[in-house]
């Protein structure tokens, strides 16, 4: 009797589209990797995340999302890896390039890092926080002009980081 309790429902299974359909979905793994992030459950959210890619390997968000816990871990070529198969699957996904831009200025990659921080702002002119990026790899690749107009579009965007900045330095932006 106990038996057949277990037999029928993964008979079940089975017969309604194998095993794999028994479990949670790639995008329930993603969902659950993700709470576990926000417990500070590296190891939790990233065994979620790989069973995520295992179900579908073709969904970006569980690659970005695990590449945002192996540069948690330091383990940054990991990745930059991530990142770059979650923007192969999706040539727009703007959280990719912004999490790789870091990681190529980390690696003192500053135009490849410069080029994703200027992809980002294409796609959303908007995000002051890409403008800073942009201004500190710029800083770093002796672009003082670029570093001050893109400093100067985060205050015209309300940063109050770059307007004390742009303050600090008698520079006006209004």
């Known amino acids: 009797m106990k038996l057949s309790r277990f037999i029928l429902p993964l008979l079940l299974c089975l017969l309604t589209g194998g095993l794999s359909a028994c479990g949670p979905d790639a995008s329930e793994l993603n969902t659950s990797g993700l709470e576990k992030l926000k417990q500070k459950d590296l190891d939790g959210a990233f065994e979620d995340f790989s069973k995520s ?91 003082s002009e670029g570093e001050i107009d893109d400093l100067k579009q985060a205050a015209l965007l309300g940063d109050p980081g770059a307007q004390h900045w742009l303050k600090e330095h008698n520079v006006s932006w209004e």
Request: glycine fraction near 8%; charge should be negative.
């Open 53 to 143: 890619i295992e179900k579908d390997p073709s969904f970006p968000e569980a690659y970005l999302n695990r590449g945002f816990v192996y540069g948690n871990r330091g383990e940054l070529q990991d990745a930059l890896a991530d990142f770059n198969k979650a923007i192969e699957l999706d040539s727009n996904y703007i959280e990719a390039y912004f999490n790789r831009g870091f990681i190529y200025g980390y690696f003192e990659e500053y135009k490849k890092s410069d080029a994703d921080f200027s992809k980002v702002i294409e796609m959303n002119p908007g995000d002051s926080e890409a403008f800073i990026n942009r201004a500190l790899i710029r800083s770093r690749m002796g672009d």
